[in-house]
């Protein structure tokens, strides 16, 4: 069932097998793989059914570092979490993203890609992607249906990579019957996490104390809890709860918040392709479900260009990905960017829920570049609205690169607090001066590339300009690493398991566990991880009952 936080009365303790803290992509899925095993479990949700602002704002944190969003602008608080600004993409990380690469400090996870083939498999039907695989052999015959060709890239150290693309599920509304028909499975709406409790030396949690903004105060205790509120609220809650360890829950050895990642995205070369046709609906980002001037366009697969594995070890880089992006006529005017701001503003009512007021004050904002530039902004707009596929010949290189593990890149507590009275999120996001090794290294093996087997031709404008380090530098809302996984305390934070250093019943969930990331969207490896999760509980559960203080209590 689906109840409202602030309506629960604490008359009787709250007591679970499970308890699950955040109801996104992995929440949601281990909570009903859990549930239909027969588990009573609960689901604490910070939002509602719907963008709220009032609650959206409980993300207002700091941005130290590279990030240009506003952090309560790049995570979505009301159930499905993320996946209600996700934008589809799938594809496993690769066996080498699980290794320990010499080159890559601080690389390898302690388990093997094979450990996690079958969630993988199983992750298919959760994100609504057909039963086909990621290669390329499996698609040509979709591919040929389609009139597109592959990029030919032989002897050229590049590899075509594939990727799939979900509807994308929008996990609040696809399993919303499911989390509601379930009679085991309590989801708890505007159930805010406040604090981790646990017994004297924090080796067993008891409860999680739940704050409303109405001020409903009250404790949900459990057997096994899970942290799955993504990669900075993971960090916050355990840097919150220091009751007992000062530095914050499992922060033992200073590992809490830090080597935070997101995926660097960087345009660098403009190029003009020949025979566009015949790849722009395989390899131009911009095409992902927009509409033209023949109607919407809807892919299910993509394919970017990287450097084969054995280029990145010849070479010691990182993963990538690199995709052809349509270049439009006026791309580069004032006209271009305030129609780009006026679609932000217009998303965020939709995703995050931004208050009609803060809609239009944003709207007027731009209204006057674009009615002092009326002819170039019909252009653009035209352009846009009218954007053949078939005749558009002018790209840039995008790349999305794979950062190396940093230390110095994390996330801590501000001294300001939110409306519940908990400190805000303060996320200072580094690169270094190997990522960007990385980037121009990668992006120039690519261009030499297609040069080499004459698909393109760089532009007579070369480059707008040289890519400015790292201020051209944006990120892909991906959150991951702070509470990375590692069987050595001293370097991670969860183990193999994903079970908390030294906390018998504590688990998280979700990219924050990722040691390295690899250059692909983390939303199908973090349902992977959750179906794992699930088994690792369900078989928790069946051993010999050990009773917990917080349970201890429930039967006094």
Not at 304 to 320: G, I, Y
């Amino acid at each position: 069932m689906i109840t409202d936080a602030r309506q629960v009365a604490q008359s009787h303790p709250l007591f679970f097998d499970v308890c699950i803290i955040g109801g996104g992509a992995a929440g949601i899925t281990l909570a009903i793989e859990l549930a239909e095993r027969g588990t009573r479990v609960v689901l604490l949700e910070g939002g509602g059914l719907s963008p709220d602002p009032m609650t959206q704002e409980l993300y207002v944190g700091e941005n130290l570092g590279l990030t240009r969003e506003r952090l309560s602008e790049s995570r979505s608080r009301y159930l499905g979490g993320s996946t209600n600004c996700w934008g589809g993409w799938c594809r496993p990380l690769d066996d080498i993203d699980f290794e320990a690469r010499p080159w890559i400090a601080d690389s390898g996870w302690p388990i093997t890609k094979a450990a996690l083939a079958p969630y993988y498999r199983r992750s298919q039907a959760w994100l609504q992607l057909p039963e086909l695989g990621y290669d390329l052999s499996d698609w040509r015959e979709g591919i040929a249906q389609r009139e597109a060709s592959l990029l030919p890239i032989e002897r050229t150290g590049l590899q075509n990579v594939l990727s799939q693309l979900s509807p994308p599920t929008r996990y609040g509304m696809q399993y919303r019957e499911r989390l509601s028909s379930l009679p085991n499975l309590t989801v708890m709406l505007f159930a805010n996490a406040a604090r981790i409790l646990t017994n004297e030396t924090a080796s067993n949690v008891t409860g999680i104390e739940v704050k409303t903004l109405n001020g409903n105060r009250f404790t949900v205790g459990a057997k096994y809890f899970t942290l799955a509120s993504g990669g900075i609220e993971n960090a916050r809650l355990l840097l919150l709860s220091n009751q007992v360890q000062t530095a914050g829950l499992g922060n033992g050895h200073d590992v809490v918040g830090r080597y935070y990642m997101d995926h660097p995205r960087v345009k660098s070369h403009l190029l003009r392709v020949s025979d566009a046709k015949r790849y722009r609906t395989l390899y131009d980002a911009t095409l992902h479900r927009i509409h033209t001037g023949r109607g919407a366009v809807s892919r299910d697969i993509e394919i970017h260009l990287a450097p084969t594995f054995e280029q990145q070890r010849l070479l010691e880089l990182s993963n990538s990905r690199t995709y052809l992006v349509a270049r439009y006529s006026n791309d580069l005017t004032k006209s271009f960017f305030a129609l780009k701001a006026l679609q932000r503003a217009i998303s965020g009512r939709s995703h995050f829920g931004y208050p009609r007021s803060r809609v239009f004050r944003d709207v007027v904002r731009q209204l006057p570049t674009l009615l002092l530039n009326a002819p170039t902004t019909a252009l653009t707009v035209a352009d846009v609205r009218f954007n053949s596929i078939r005749t558009r010949n002018d790209y840039s290189l995008e790349t999305v690169f794979e950062p190396v593990p940093n230390r110095q890149s994390r996330v801590t507590l501000s001294a300001r607090a939110d409306a519940l009275g908990l400190r805000q999120a303060v996320v200072d996001w580094r690169l270094t001066d190997q990522d960007r090794d990385n980037f121009q290294r990668q992006t120039q093996l690519v261009l030499d590339g297609l040069v080499q087997m004459e698909v393109v031709q760089p532009s007579t404008e070369g480059r707008v300009r040289e890519t400015i380090w790292p201020d051209d530098v944006m990120g892909c809302w991906h959150h991951m690493g702070t509470t990375r996984m590692s069987d050595d305390p001293a370097r991670g934070v969860v183990n193999a398991d994903c079970r908390v250093h030294g906390i018998h019943n504590l688990y998280i969930a979700g990219s924050s566990v990722f040691p390295t990331v690899g250059s692909d969207s983390p939303t199908i490896t973090i349902v992977a991880l959750a179906l794992r999760l699930a088994d690792r509980i369900s078989m928790e559960l069946a051993r010999p009952e050990v009773v917990t203080a917080g349970q201890a209590r429930s039967a006094a």
